[in-house]
T-cell receptor, first 111, second 113 residues
Framework: GENVEQHPSTLSVQEGDSAVIKCTYS??????FPWYKQELGKGPQLIIDIRSNVGEKKDQRIAVTLNKTAKHFSLHITETQPEDSAVYFCAASRGNTPLVFGKGTRLSVIA | GAGVSQSPSNKVTEKGKDVELRCDPI?????LYWYRQSLGQGLEFLIY????????KSGLPSDRFSAERTGGSVSTLTIQRTQQEDSAVYLC???????????FGPGTRLTVL
């Protein structure tokens, strides 16, 4: 089955700097890669996703890149703000199968 | 509009007792998922319902865990003879279909003493 590894487990950045979180997956048939943000006491919320037919997707300060050959994908947050502080999860699936999540990255943006 | 709701928000129980956790998905969503999130860990898939198809139970950790989805809407996750290692946050999510965005509820924090 699918296995998703996520790094780093914790990340601290200064406000205004960029943050990068990386994930690798094992199942070459996976074709859907969402990223979720989880704030304290809340359920995860989708912030961006990418499907295997594209290599990059951007939404304002957030971007995701996908390298199918290497089986890894990354989340990039630019111009970080204190409200970006949260736990971020990557996930992968074949689309019609349940998501397999990474273990999460706790991002702290220091003002 | 209403999102996914879960009840109770917190549940404290004694080892050996049975518990029921409820999930109300977004109206019209055919897919419903249960996950478990242990402290500092990622989300562990438990069970998946899609329409009228037989559920995917491949993530259930033991036969003490079971789930139902009545009328294609509300779902109940039941844990029998709870153990301390069952303590976690149980999250429910729903989506329009299997390849659509999953919307998560706020979770039920289960503590087994």
């Amino acid at each position: 089955g699918e296995n998703v590894e996520q790094h780093p487990s914790t990340l601290s950045v200064q406000e205004g700097d960029s943050a990068v979180i990386k994930c690798t997956y094992s199942d070459s048939a996976s074709n859907y890669f969402p990223w979720y943000k989880q704030e304290l006491g809340k359920g995860p919320q989708l912030i961006i996703d990418i499907r295997s037919n594209v290599g990059e997707k951007k939404d304002q300060r957030i971007a995701v890149t996908l390298n199918k050959t290497a089986k890894h994908f990354s989340l990039h947050i630019t111009e970080t703000q204190p409200e970006d502080s949260a736990v971020y999860f990557c996930a992968a699936s074949r689309g019609n199968t349940p998501l397999v999540f990474g273990k999460g990255t706790r991002l702290s943006v220091i003002a | 509009g209403a999102g996914v709701s879960q009840s109770p928000s917190n549940k404290v129980t004694e080892k050996g007792k049975d518990v029921e956790l409820r999930c109300d998905p977004i109206s019209g969503h055919t897919a419903l998922y249960w996950y478990r999130q242990s402290l500092g860990q990622g989300l562990e898939f438990l069970i998946y319902f899609q329409g009228n198809s037989a559920p995917d139970k491949s993530g259930l950790p033991s036969d003490r865990f079971s789930a139902e989805r009545t009328g294609g809407s509300v779902s109940t996750l039941t844990i029998q003879r709870t153990q301390q290692e069952d303590s976690a946050v149980y999250l429910c999510a729903s989506s329009l279909g299997p390849m659509n965005e999953q919307f998560f509820g706020p979770g039920t924090r289960l503590t087994v003493l």
